[in-house]
C-alpha cells in the first residue's frame, strides 16, 4: 500500500489516544481489520444521524391522515397543534371518529401548522439510511405498505404487538421501518380507505415520531403525525390560479416517481446541440471534506462519460440558497424540474422537494455538454459518488433556473486538459492562488493544467470598477 493509499479517507481512522495505543499495539494483532472497518462504518453511521438530528422538518400535506393529540405535547411546536384544536371546539380527549365535521375542519386547520413546523428531526430516508437509536424524533417521507389495517377499522385497542396493530412499513438499508399508530387519532374516514389501498399497493406518507425500539432488522417508530404529502400537483394549479405568479409560461412538473429512468424525458436534440445541467450534491455528507472532492468527483464523470475530442467544457460549483423557500420545497421544486420540450433531469418533484425542505445542496453547473452523454454522467456519478443526489438541464427562459444557478465558471475543460479561469478581479485582490494549480497537476486527471483568463468576467470586472469609481 502506498503511502497515498494509507492516508485516504477511506483507509484513515480517528481514535482516542487510549484506542490508538491498544490497536496499535503487536502491530494490530486481535483487531482484524473487518472488524475495524465495521466500527468505523457505525460510527460514521452514527455521527451522519447526529448532524441530521439537526435538520428541521415541515411538510405541505395535501391530506392529514393522523395526529396523536395527547403526545404532540412532547413536542416543541405541539401546543400549537392543540390550539387548533380548542379553536374549534375539538374535544382531544375522544377519537376523531367520534366527532363528526370537527375532525374535517380540524385537519384543514392543522395542515398550516405543519407547513411552518420547525421540529429538529432525523429523517428516514431510504437512499441514505443513517443509525438511530430509541428515543430519537424521526420523520419520514417515502412510499410504504399498511398492514393489520382490520384492526384500526375495528378501533381495536393496541396490543404492543407488531404483528397485531396497525403499521405502515418501508425498507430503509438492511432494516424495516414500521411506523405503528392508534387507529383512535386517524383523522377521518378517508384515512382508512387511503390506508386500506396501501395495504395492496404503495402509497407515499410523510410524518413525524419518535424511536421505540431497534433490531438488527426492525426500527419501531410510533407515530405522531402523517398524512399524504403533496406531490407537486395541488402547488401548480394554485400558481396558475394565482395572478401574481411568475413565470406566466410554466411547465408542467412531473410526479411519477417509479424510477429514474422512466423519468427521464426523451430527447429530440441534435447530437452536435449543446446544453447546460445542474449536478445536485449532499452538502453535508462526510465525502466532501472540501471543494475539491466534490470537483474531482464531477471531472471524473466527465472524463469517462465524454469523449476527449467532444470535450469544451466549462465547470462551476456553489451552494444552493433555498432559504427562503424551505418552507415550499414543492413550489420551488415543481418549478425546478423541467418537464416536456426534450429536457433532461434525472430528479422528480417529489424527491427534490423533500431535499430543499431537509438538507442543504451544492451543485456543480456544467456548461457546453452534448445531451447524449448526460445519462452516463448521472449514473457514473451515482455509482461512484455517494453524496450526488440527480441533476437537470438549465432552462434559458426560467427564471427560477438562472437565478439560483447564477455562479461563475471556475474551470475549462478541453480534451484532456485542465484551465484554471481567473479574471481582473483574481489579478487586484490577493493575487493568483498558485495552491489550486499545483493541487490539479498533482491529482493525475490530466495532461496539462494551467492557468485561463476568463475575458468575459474580467470585462464585466473592470465596468463594476469603472460604476464604482464614477459614484465616489
Known sequence: MTNEQRNTVENLMFLCPSCHSMIDKNSGRG??????????????????????????????????????????????????????????????????????????????????????????????????PVEVKPGMVVSFDSPMRARNIEHARALMPISGLIERDPHLGFTYGTQEISIRFDPVWLTTMTSLTTLGTAETEEVTYAG?????????????????????????????????????????????????SKSRREMRMPRQKSAREKVDVAFYFDELAEELLGPESLQGAMFRALLKAVPEHRRDLCVGDALLDTRPARGEGMGLASRLVPS????????????????????????????????????????????????YLGGYQIVADNSAHTGLHDCSPQFRLRGAELSVLYSAVDCYNDGMDESILHWWQNSGLFSAVSWEEDEAQSQEDEKRAREILEGL
Open 31 to 128: 483487531f482484524p481489520t473487518d472488524e475495524l472497518v465495521e466500527a468505523k462504518g457505525r460510527h460514521e453511521s452514527w455521527t451522519r444521524s447526529l448532524r441530521q438530528a439537526g435538520s428541521t422538518w415541515n411538510v405541505h400535506f395535501r391530506h392529514v391522515d393522523f395526529v396523536n393529540l395527547p403526545r404532540m405535547a412532547a413536542l416543541s411546536g405541539g401546543e400549537k397543534v392543540h390550539e387548533a384544536a380548542r379553536r374549534i371546539g375539538l374535544d382531544p380527549n375522544k377519537a376523531f371518529r367520534e366527532q363528526g365535521m370537527l375532525a374535517g375542519t380540524f385537519v384543514r386547520q392543522v395542515k398550516m401548522v405543519f407547513e411552518n413546523w420547525r421540529e429538529l428531526a432525523v429523517d428516514l430516508d431510504p437512499d441514505s
Open 208 to 256: 413525524i415520531g419518535t424511536v421505540a425500539s431497534v433490531t438488527d432488522s426492525r426500527v419501531q417508530v410510533s407515530a405522531l403525525a402523517f398524512g399524504q404529502p403533496d406531490n407537486g400537483n395541488s402547488t401548480l394549479f394554485e400558481m396558475l390560479l394565482d395572478p401574481s405568479s411568475s413565470p406566466r409560461s410554466m411547465e408542467i412538473p412531473t410526479t411519477d
Open 340 to 387: 416536456g420540450g426534450g429536457h433532461w433531469s434525472s430528479l422528480d418533484v417529489p424527491r427534490l422537494g423533500r431535499l430543499i425542505q431537509r438538507t442543504e445542496l451544492a451543485y456543480m453547473r456544467v456548461w457546453g455538454v452534448e445531451p447524449q452523454y448526460l445519462d452516463d454522467i448521472d449514473e457514473i456519478l451515482r455509482e461512484e459518488f455517494d453524496p
